[in-house]
């Protein structure tokens, strides 16, 4: 089973609105990181947040964390037609012995931003 | 140019048949893996291999193999005993292990595979 869900599945909105997309997760983690992918291309890494830390930013993106609730959300704020993708939550899973290093997926949210 | 490269970017397969998914990087990472990405489904862990001469089982092996023998390289075989290989195949490399460095993964352009 999957340790990232994202929530929603899809998004649509205006250029210079805000986007936002969450993630839940089922364990302990070290970090959790998202990522963006356009249609037939590979994942590239967006960012990255520590367990211990509960918010952070890049740019455009504020990404939030809470352990708690093991939940996690990303902001785009001002959205562009370019930013038009899948983002995935990842996580990993310190606690799966033998799984060391891997991470996993949730199924993303496509996001839609109309001109 | 540093990264990770998967060829070729498509293949087409008749059933029966095996075929061999490349993937190279020039990052001198350690850990590399491959994953399925089908419509709607996110992406699956295939195989992935944290050093040379070494591999592990992901989710959904049963179908692929794998080999290890350079550290640059990870090449994934689709075997004609995969049932349903149709899919979008993405390979990722990442250079520390969970909690001791970041792992964050650095992807390949992908392969999209066809079964005819």
């Known amino acids: 089973s999957q340790q990232g869900e994202e929530d929603p599945q899809a998004l649509s909105i205006q250029e210079g609105e805000n986007a936002t997309m969450n993630c839940s997760y089922k364990?302990?983690?070290?970090?959790l990181q998202w990522y963006r992918q356009n249609s037939g291309r590979g994942l590239v890494h967006l960012i990255l947040i520590r367990s211990n830390e509960r918010e952070k930013h890049s740019g455009r993106l504020r990404v939030t964390l809470d352990t708690s609730k093991k939940s996690s959300s990303l902001l785009i704020t001002a959205s562009r037609a370019a930013d038009t993708a899948s983002y995935f939550c990842a996580t990993d899973a310190p606690d799966r012995g033998s799984t060391l290093g891997r991470l996993y997926f949730g199924r993303g949210t496509q996001l839609t931003v109309w001109p | 140019d540093g990264g990770i490269t998967q060829s070729p970017k498509y293949l087409f397969r008749k059933e029966g048949q095996n075929v061999t998914l490349s993937c190279e990087q020039n990052l001198n990472h350690d850990a590399m893996y491959w994953y399925r990405q089908d419509p709607g489904q996110g992406l699956r862990l295939i195989y992935y291999?944290?050093?040379?001469?070494?591999?592990q089982k992901g989710d959904i092996a049963e179908g692929y193999s794998v080999s290890r023998e350079k550290k640059e390289s990870f090449p994934l075989t689709v075997t004609s005993a995969q049932k349903n290989p149709t899919a979008f195949y993405l390979c990722a490399s990442s250079s520390g292990f969970s909690g001791r460095a970041r792992n964050e993964q650095f992807f390949g352009p992908g392969t999209r595979l066809t079964v005819l």
């Open positions: 364990t302990s983690i070290n970090n």
């Open positions: 291999s944290q050093i040379v001469n070494d591999f």
